[in-house]
């Protein structure tokens, strides 16, 4: 499976609350950040958790979000930002530019 | 895992066994009872487990303050760089992120307690916290300031969440009054809480 999103892409988190083991936190279910870099292929840690040791392999990206856009009453510098690691499943193409 | 004997323990200080101890010990005889571990085994993992501590880490951050082209295949590619001081990350990745004038990074794991064991040993309990966990990407910053750390306004901060195959090491900023030091005297300033981003390295002055 290769990947669908290159470095600078906009992209927002699906905000599901499927059941079973998560590796996408929360916090930023919903958030929107730009690709950071492609950060290899693996087996879906959210099947290989119930066993099933011949689960997809799909590509991980570091997301890189901005504080104020995750958290809108962040204090601090505007430019500070949240780097998380997601999976592609869990993310969409976002047409927004002013992130 | 827990390297010490549970029952002496128990003994000694007269502590119940918790919930996740008995599971701990069920899961272990169990795996030793079907011949899937040995107790050697076991043994070896917690002493390799034990054996390893920040002092790696800070030769690594020492060797690139020392070696700008070291420093270059760190940023650029750490599993292959610090391969020259027998470690292994497996089949994990690592990723070096340098504190600069500019810029200070910060590392947390918000979903469990993912840390560069290979390179720092096992983390310290406020790291596995559930408050440093949930504050460390909400408010940096505050988290910053209870660990001593000021940043200034106008310097970026960089939170990491470690939440899938990444492993993160900060590259603290080499302090000033350090350029005459020789690299065992550098790696000796290097403490693991500057490899984790919550600390920066203080002026060093003889």
Partial sequence: ?99 | MKSQNTNETKSQNAVPTTYYQFMEISVRELLIEKGLLSKDDIRKAVKDMDSRGPELGAQVVAHAWADAQFKQSLLKDAPSAVKKFGIDIGPLQLMVVENTEKVHNLIVCTLCSCYPRMLLGLPPDWYKSSEYRSRAVREPRSVLREFGTEIPDEVQVRVHDSTADLRYLVLPQRPAGTEHLTEHELAALVKRDSMVGVTIIPEFSS
Avoid at chain 1, 15 to 40: L, M, N, Q
Avoid at chain 1, 56 to 74: A, E, G, H, N, T
């Fill in chain 1, 1 to 99: 499976m290769n990947a669908i999103f290159n470095p600078g892409d906009p992209v927002q988190v699906r905000k599901g609350s499927p059941p079973g083991h998560i590796r996408t936190p929360f916090y930023i279910r919903g958030c929107r950040g730009r690709i950071e870099r492609i950060a290899g292929k693996y087996r879906n840690p959210e099947e290989l958790a119930f066993g099933r040791f011949d689960a997809p392999i799909v590509p991980l990206y570091r997301v890189r979000f901005r504080q104020q856009d995750v958290w809108p009453d962040y204090l601090g510098n505007l430019e500070d930002t949240l780097d998380v690691e997601i999976f592609e499943f869990w993310l969409e193409p976002s047409n927004l530019n002013n992130i």
